[in-house]
């Protein structure tokens, strides 16, 4: 097994995937797939599944049964940190930055997995507020800060495929912009990123396919070419 990137084609497949937290059954046959230097987003209210179709790809869930490959790899039965080595890394919701560590030490934590990651030199360039706090502990930064930080955190490591969750949640418009100037960079750079995103006006100028989720189920899939023609389905079923 490889954890080189082939060129070309397929990146992630999920395949009937479901999951499942103790005895409550959460994703009911998820579908979905990501070509290399796609970005796809998972939509949907709050409870739909979208968070947890990202951990079950990590296995960071109770049990999980179905297929994922990924970069032509079996995932399912592997361990998360087998997964994460073989090159995809993980954005939570929670950020997970370690409070007592500066910005630069909670950059440097995350193991290098593959050639090609960020240097902190770029990283830095890329998010200038990280060099300007660089020697802040992590209970220091703003909320934009510390979910800059944690993106940062896995630029350094190589990963190409990216699954970022609600990065936008309860930051300000101008840290959002930023986001996005930043998301379209990585695409630019051939980075595969799936995005769960509440925050449809965010999320709909940067995707090349979103899947909408609702009770465990993907309930439609919009191409970014029918993104206009489907608007008025999307909002109804997010209530937005």
């Given at each position: 097994?490889?954890?080189?990137?082939?060129?070309?084609?397929?990146?992630?497949?999920?395949?009937?995937?479901?999951?499942?937290?103790?005895?409550?059954?959460?994703?009911?046959?998820?579908?979905?797939?990501?070509?290399?230097?796609?970005?796809?987003?998972?939509?949907?209210?709050?409870?739909?599944?979208?968070?947890?179709?990202?951990?079950?790809?990590?296995?960071?869930?109770?049990?999980?049964?179905?297929?994922?490959?990924?970069?032509?790899?079996?995932?399912?039965?592997?361990?998360?940190?087998?997964?994460?080595?073989?090159?995809?890394?993980?954005?939570?919701?929670?950020?997970?930055?370690?409070?007592?560590?500066?910005?630069?030490?909670?950059?440097?934590?995350?193991?290098?997995?593959?050639?090609?990651?960020?240097t902190l030199d770029e990283i830095y360039t890329v998010f200038p507020n990280l060099l300007e706090r660089?020697?802040?502990?992590?209970?220091?930064?703003?909320?934009?800060?510390?979910?800059?930080?944690?993106?940062?955190?896995?630029?350094?490591?190589?990963?190409?495929?990216?699954?970022?969750?609600?990065?936008?949640?309860?930051?300000?418009?101008?840290?959002?912009?930023?986001?996005?100037?930043?998301?379209?960079?990585?695409?630019?750079?051939?980075?595969?990123?799936?995005?769960?995103?509440?925050?449809?006006?965010?999320?709909?100028?940067?995707?090349?396919?979103?899947?909408?989720?609702?009770?465990?189920?993907?309930?439609?899939?919009?191409?970014?070419?029918?993104?206009?023609?489907?608007?008025?389905?999307?909002?109804?079923?997010?209530?937005?």
């Amino acid at each position: 097994m490889s954890s080189a990137f082939k060129p070309g084609g397929e990146m992630l497949c999920v395949t009937d995937l479901h999951a499942f937290y103790g005895e409550s059954h959460i994703l009911h046959g998820i579908d979905l797939q990501v070509n290399r230097g796609e970005l796809i987003t998972l939509l949907g209210r709050n409870g739909s599944g979208r968070s947890t179709t990202l951990k079950a790809i990590l296995g960071l869930v109770g049990k999980r049964t179905g297929s994922i490959m990924f970069n032509g790899n079996e995932v399912t039965r592997m361990q998360p940190h087998t997964i994460a080595r073989l090159g995809i890394g993980y954005c939570p919701e929670e950020r997970g930055i370690f409070a007592g560590l500066s910005t630069e030490e909670n950059l440097m934590l995350a193991p290098v997995v593959a050639s090609g990651g960020m240097t902190l030199d770029e990283i830095y360039t890329v998010f200038p507020n990280l060099l300007e706090r660089r020697n802040s502990p992590g209970t220091r930064l703003s909320g934009g800060e510390q979910q800059m930080l944690a993106m940062a955190r896995i630029l350094r490591t190589g990963a190409k495929v990216l699954l970022l969750d609600e990065i936008t949640e309860g930051l300000a418009p101008v840290i959002v912009k930023k986001l996005g100037e930043v998301i379209r960079l990585l695409k630019s750079r051939g980075y595969t990123i799936v995005l769960v995103e509440q925050n449809f006006r965010f999320a709909a100028p940067l995707a090349d396919r979103h899947y909408v989720l609702e009770h465990g189920h993907v309930v439609m899939t919009v191409q970014k070419s029918e993104l206009e023609a489907r608007t008025g389905d999307l909002h109804d079923l997010l209530g937005v």
